[in-house]
Nanobody, 118 residues
């Protein structure tokens, strides 16, 4: 029903920046237009964790570990969500997944690798 494709991952040095993008396609609208788009990440040997999320009304929230460094935004006209990552740390290394939640479904992208070197 909904397809999500992430892009923008790569290898960066600590302190650097990266901008992730997620393109959504398909049936992304519900009757009430209630949805949350977000970014999760999963490092080897660890559980997937929420990084940032933004609801349809525009209110963002962040994991404590990235607060002040990452910024999530969405462009509803383009059906895109972004994650601007600044001051990257080696512990940010993970596969980052785009997520789209509605009352009718929960959708995931395939992920994009982010590697931060010291």
């Amino acid at each position: 029903q909904v397809q999500l494709v992430e892009s923008g991952g790569g290898l960066v040095q600590a302190g650097g920046s990266l901008r992730l993008s997620c393109a959504a396609s398909g049936n992304i609208f519900s009757t009430l237009k209630l949805n949350v788009m977000g970014w999760y990440r999963q490092a080897p040997g660890k559980q997937r964790e929420l990084v940032a999320a933004i609801i349809s009304g525009g209110s963002p929230n962040y994991a404590d570990s990235v607060k002040g460094r990452f910024t999530i935004s969405r462009d509803n006209a383009k059906n895109m969500v972004y994650l601007q990552m600044n001051s990257l740390k080696p512990e940010d290394t993970a596969v980052y997944y785009c997520n789209y939640k509605t009352v009718a479904g929960d959708y995931w992208g395939q992920g994009t690798q982010v590697t931060v070197s010291s």
